[in-house]
């Protein structure tokens, strides 16, 4: 953790007091005293403030000799202060991220004679001040910042410092902050690579996931297994007609499942139902699904073969982390799969998946190894084969074996 502070340079904006040379004044012979443009000259005689004097020069006749007069100049001039820090901020939403931030402060002196008389180092406090108002504003920040290059992080931190009321304090206004530079570290890049890795692999599953339910029979145990929430919901919401309704195909709740995990469900159920038994649907003001949408139980693949489907099936498998796909054509048309998955728990879990050449519609047959020997394993998807996809098999059975 490091920054700039040890840089700055107070006499930018206030140089140090100038004592001027004392004696009885000479009419129209008196010392002559020039102010430059952009600087204004605070004049102190004998010890208190007198007068501020603008760009031009003066005859400092008028001032007594018995009285020391000093002068104190002030840049007056927008100037510009630059803030740069190394690791000294982390943003923490959704992952904590450390950076290295700098920014361009434009301000501008309003009251010179508080600058040069009340504020011991005027440039350095002001320095502390942004820096305070940018952890304020890094607190509340997320990666995106990152992506945006800091725009929220300006907007945030030139809000906090107009809230400090600066002019009236130390007597300088600011007019803008700019963030110059913000870049994540070595270990904030490790950070955003996970997270951006975590993001797309959800995407993708939910996608196949999307994919899967308009194109397979979706049962019971099904949304148990892989979407507890959903069921958990159905139950609260309607009881346990739900189960009953799903197994008999008059529910189909791909609209609840076809949603992003730790979405809020706001779906009517009820709504997604066609007509019983040559009843109208059952909420009012829907209408039947359309014609040619995917039924339940159909279970057909989207290419109207079984190389079709097995092209599907092994792009779903090879979107599991980790996975290894190897597939054969046997020579009676069935297709053998041997899918490789590293565990959480540690060692090597093996799937081989033998379909058949009536599959989907007739189940695979299964096979699984632990570490190279061979295991039992019940699979609740086999039990009650609907149809569904290899790729729901090898999910089950990795999060069975761990």
């Not at 031009?56 to 820090?85: C, D, E, M």
């Not at 706001?266 to 829907?286: A, K, Q, R, V």
Request: proline residues 6%.
């Amino acid at each position: 953790m490091s920054n700039n502070r040890h840089l700055i340079n107070d006499s930018e904006i206030v140089r140090p007091p100038l004592v001027l040379e004392k004696g009885l004044p000479i009419p129209f012979f008196g010392k002559m005293y020039e102010v430059m443009e952009g600087w204004v000259a605070v004049m102190v005689a004998g010890g208190a403030y007198s007068e501020t004097l603008a760009a031009g020069t003066y005859n400092l006749s008028k001032y007594p000799s018995a009285r020391g007069l000093q002068v104190i100049q002030v840049n007056t001039r927008v100037n510009t202060l630059s803030v740069s820090t190394l690791r000294e901020f982390t943003i923490a939403q959704p992952v904590p991220v450390e950076i290295n931030l700098d920014v361009s402060v434009e301000y501008r002196v309003m009251d010179a004679r508080r600058v040069a008389l009340e504020i011991n180092r005027p440039l350095t406090s002001l320095y502390d001040r942004v820096l305070q108002a940018m952890r304020g504003a890094v607190v509340d920040a997320t990666v995106d910042e990152i992506r945006r290059q800091g725009e929220g992080i300006a907007q945030t931190t030139l809000r906090r410092l107009h809230a400090m009321r600066l002019p009236d304090t130390i007597g300088i206004e600011i007019l803008q902050v700019l963030v110059t530079s913000i870049k994540a570290t070595d270990a904030g890049s490790d950070a955003l690579a996970r997270m951006e890795m975590e993001r797309l692999q959800t995407l993708e599953q939910w996608k196949t996931d999307a994919y899967m339910t308009q194109n397979s029979r979706v049962t019971w145990e099904w949304i148990l297994l892989h979407r507890p929430e959903v069921a958990q919901q159905l139950i609260q919401q309607h009881g346990a007609i739900i189960k009953e309704m799903v197994d008999k195909g008059l529910f189909d709740p791909a609209g609840f499942l076809n949603q992003p995990t730790n979405t809020p469900q706001t779906n009517n159920p009820f709504g997604m139902m066609g007509g019983l038994g040559g009843f109208p649907s059952l909420t009012p003001g829907m209408s039947n699904p359309p014609q040619g949408q995917p039924q339940l139980g159909a279970g057909a693949p989207s290419g109207g073969d079984l190389h079709s489907r097995m092209r599907e099936e092994i792009g779903f498998l090879k979107g599991v982390a980790g996975a290894q796909v190897e597939t054969k054509l046997a020579d009676d048309g069935s297709y053998l799969v041997r899918v490789t998955m590293p565990r959480t728990s540690g060692g090597e879990l093996t799937l081989y998946l033998e379909c058949p050449v009536g599959y989907p519609r007739a189940a695979p047959v299964v096979t699984v190894e632990l570490d190279g020997e061979e295991t039992s394993f019940q699979s609740t998807l086999l039990r009650r084969w609907t149809g569904q996809y290899l790729v729901e098999i090898a999910r089950e059975a990795k999060s069975f074996f761990g």
